[in-house]
């Protein structure tokens, strides 16, 4: 049952498709975020 609940997690956080997303991954749409902070801080920085 835990390992059930654990897989159940990951595909919720991770691989879900979400429409206020843009229908991307949770997980994807955070690495986008920071992607794009990394950027602008580099903008701003330079």
């Known amino acids: 049952?835990?390992?059930a609940t654990l897989e159940w997690v990951a595909w919720f956080?991770?691989?879900r498709l979400m429409e206020p997303l843009g229908y991307i991954?949770?997980?994807e749409a955070e690495a986008?975020?920071?992607r794009q902070q990394a950027s602008q801080a580099?903008?701003?920085a330079a």
């Open 1 to 3: 049952m835990e390992l």
């Open 13 to 15: 956080n991770n691989h």
């Open 25 to 27: 991954p949770p997980a």
């Open 32 to 34: 986008n975020y920071w």
């Open 42 to 44: 580099t903008t701003v």
